[in-house]
């Protein structure tokens, strides 16, 4: 007997069997007639294991599924939905990667679009002493010479090898702490320096300048007309003396080039030099300084320690 067709109110009918469906259906569960697209396209396009139905004439007799026929399931064998369209791990990857260039354009042309403002330019003013270095040492900082000519410590009396311990009242322990003064002091202000030159504690007033007037003191030295001064020694060969205990002071000649001036003038190997036309001869760096910035043919007058006997020495001055 064929099972009771039971329609309700919404319900379809199959056009090519004519068995009830719902209308959400769009393939008919008893012949499988295809009747539109719609959600459930692909979820009963299957006959349900145990259905009964004629096969002789399916155009004629309906399909009806048995009561006890059990839903589809997913399976070996049974129809597969559409594919996925979730993308795999790589593709992910290559996305983000993508949005994270785009998002980076987008933000430097924003960035270009924005005006900026003008550059603020601060000049730090800093002062100098016009030494060729500062190094810390027992008791605060020392220099090798004094530079260029006219300096700022030139003109305070400063030679090579004093040790500065204060400048403007505030102790001076390691080269940094004179740096750090002289980046606070203004250019132009005549500070106090407190030094020692052998054993004995000194002062004197210091101008302090700017690097552009120490640079442009440098420039004019090195183009003067009359070139630079010749003596005939040479710096790496020459020993720092020392002695508080026999109160000598002064650089030892150990080399002396022969025809040189200093040769012809009777300036001897083992010679200690203590002045330089009445300035402190104390390292071997202060000794060139002032033989380069000596006038060429002027006479200068060395004093020197030989043998324990203090001379001075008049010595033309070569062109170097």
Known sequence: MQPQQNFSAGDRVCTQCGSPMPKEMRFCRS????LGEGPAEYTATVPLPGATTSRSNPGT???YPSVNAPLITAGAGAYKSKRSSRFGGMTWIWIALVAVFAFGGLMSGIKRSIPRPPAVSIAQSRSYLGVNDLDTT???VTFGNVEPPGSAADKAGLVGGDIITSIDGHPVNEAVDALDLLAHTPVGKTVEVTYLRDGVLKTTQLTTVSKEQNDRLAREFAQRPE?????GFERERMT?????SSKTYGVQIDYVERNSPAELFGIKVGDIITDFDNIPIRTPHEFLSRVRRAVPLSIVHITVLREGQKMIIPV????G
Not at 227 to 231: A, L, P, T
Not at 240 to 244: F, G
């Open 316 to 319: 033309r001055i070569g062109k």
């Open 240 to 244: 720092r003396i020392n002695d508080p």
């Open 61 to 63: 007799t309906p399909f």
């Open 138 to 140: 027992d008791g605060g």
């Open 227 to 231: 070139g630079r001064g010749y003596f």
């Open 31 to 34: 012949c499988g007639n295809r």
